[in-house]
T-cell receptor
Framework: GQQLNQSPQSMFIQEGEDVSMNCTSSSIFNTWLWYKQDPGEGPVLLIALYKAGELTSNGRLTAQFGITRKDSFLNISASIPSDVGIYFCAGPYMDSNYQLIWGAGTKLIIKP | NAGVTQTPKFQVLKTGQSMTLQCAQDMNHEYMSWYRQDPGMGLRLIHYSVGAGITDQGEVPNGYNVSRSTTEDFPLRLLSAAPSQTSVYFC???????????????FGAGSRLTVL
């Protein structure tokens, strides 16, 4: 079945560093979504991508829809303490409008 | 604007007990859904609804029931709780429109359930 593989599983970074994470699949997706979950909260949508090759920014966050439609990337520039949390990629399950499949998440931790 | 409200926030059950997790949204969203989140596994869809009176199964529906009698409410019922249902449960809602379907989800804060 469809699966989304996120990497890395976790990241320890210094404040001010740039961060990169990615999400890959063996099947094609027509939409890629990036959500962030703060501790004790539900996920919040960061960026939605709808077209292969699309590059979209939201403040210090930039996400790209891979040209093969089998991957997506999220970059965070100049990380700050409030960036800690779990970042999830998600996409429509079997092209459904109503079912999403989710990656396992990338946990971002800022080194003290 | 409250968004998506889930109750209770925490619950401990014994195996075999039943309970209902409540979810209410005040955004007039057509789409509502329930997910469970387990460590290292991301979120998995349990059930969803595209409108009052319409429900459908997601990836992991066994052991759970839902109903949608109003646009605002979408309760999740566990009829006979099992330890495998220990998890954090999230309710989420969305408009259903255009090519984006129900992708732009607004989540509740979660309900942590422990089944002993």
């Amino acid at each position: 079945g469809q699966q989304l593989n996120q990497s890395p599983q976790s990241m320890f970074i210094q404040e001010g560093e740039d961060v990169s994470m990615n999400c890959t699949s063996s099947s094609i997706f027509n939409t890629w979504l990036w959500y962030k979950q703060d501790p004790g909260e539900g996920p919040v949508l960061l960026i939605a991508l709808y077209k292969a090759g699309e590059l979209t920014s939201n403040g210090r966050l930039t996400a790209q829809f891979g040209i093969t439609r089998k991957d997506s990337f999220l970059n965070i520039s100049a990380s700050i303490p409030s960036d800690v949390g779990i970042y999830f990629c998600a996409g429509p399950y079997m092209d459904s409008n109503y079912q999403l499949i989710w990656g396992a998440g990338t946990k971002l931790i800022i080194k003290p | 604007n409250a968004g998506v409200t889930q109750t209770p926030k925490f619950q401990v059950l014994k195996t075999g007990q039943s309970m209902t997790l409540q979810c209410a949204q005040d955004m007039n969203h057509e789409y509502m859904s329930w997910y469970r989140q387990d460590p290292g596994m991301g979120l998995r869809l349990i059930h969803y609804s595209v409108g009052a009176g319409i429900t459908d199964q997601g990836e992991v529906p066994n052991g759970y029931n839902v109903s949608r009698s109003t646009t605002e409410d979408f309760p999740l019922r566990l009829l006979s709780a099992a330890p495998s249902q220990t998890s954090v449960y999230f309710c989420a809602s969305s408009r259903t429109s255009g090519s984006s379907g129900a992708n732009v989800l607004t989540f509740g804060a979660g309900s942590r359930l422990t089944v002993l």
